[in-house]
């Protein structure tokens, strides 16, 4: 079972910067915008919520009427963001775009850049720099990664930024549509496989592996394909529910549910490189695994 609603919910470090959202249209970010801000239109929003900031995260809106500020403060609150400021950017009869005065000095005209906010798995992140250090080491050409059940594309394209060869598969068209989507708005390219990994027949998952990485999904008679598309020396990172998550809520079904110590036992005979078993922020426990095939 996935679970992934595109939004992530990541721990937000109590330090991290106040994220800027601009949702006027593109043609006027591109025109004029702040510095660091990320450009959501919201006629888009709503297809695009998993390139939010992680989920308790304090969003500063910027837009261009009173009416969607308002209706924005309310919208944000239903999605566990807290709201900062509300910049309304307002437009002289000369057709100039004019931002509150303290902006002056932070105002990049004539881009299209627009910051990343989102985030991907923090356990991808937590041990993406020790697997490189190997990987990269070893490999004259670009190495392989597949996202399994990869959803709206958020760990893939992290990976294919970083100049990976990313492969993902999930069995949303719509979804991988969105990773796309996303792999494009910021400069790079992945392949998406649709496939419903939990019927025999319907897929051929790409082999000879450097990483392969599963968030939020388990199918049990997945695991023998997983280790034989992984070539030697590459690494699965693997992180998903374990038995407790149903006192708070999905999944409730075992066959979705990890026991204890269950992703070390699978992966017996594979050097373990990092296994913990850790709550999420909602209290939901999970297990997290970092194993390389010998």
Known sequence: EMDDNCCSDARPNELDRIAWIDLRSFSDFSEIHLEGSSSIPLDELDDRLYELPPKGSVLSLITDSEENGEYLRKRMATHSYSLGRIVIVKRELNGNQVFPLDFSDRLIRNSTHSERYWTPSPFLERHINEIESIVFANRAEKPKALDVASGC??????????????????????LLDKAKLLATRYECSIQTQLADLEKPGDFELPKGMDLVHVGRYLHRPLFPHLKEIISPGGFIVYHTFMKGCEAFGRPKNQN???????????????????????????????????????
Do not use: H, M
Not at 280 to 287: C, E, M, S, V
């Open 153 to 174: 594309g958020r760990e893939a394209v992290f990976l294919a930024q970083r100049g990976w060869d990313v492969y993902a598969v999930d069995y949303q068209q719509i």
């Open 256 to 294: 979705f549910i990890l026991q204890p110590g269950e992703l070390k036992s699978i992966f017996e005979g594979w050097s373990i490189l990092a296994y913990s078993e850790e709550n999420l922020p909602d209290g939901r426990p999970i297990q997290i695994l970092v194993a390389q095939k010998k």
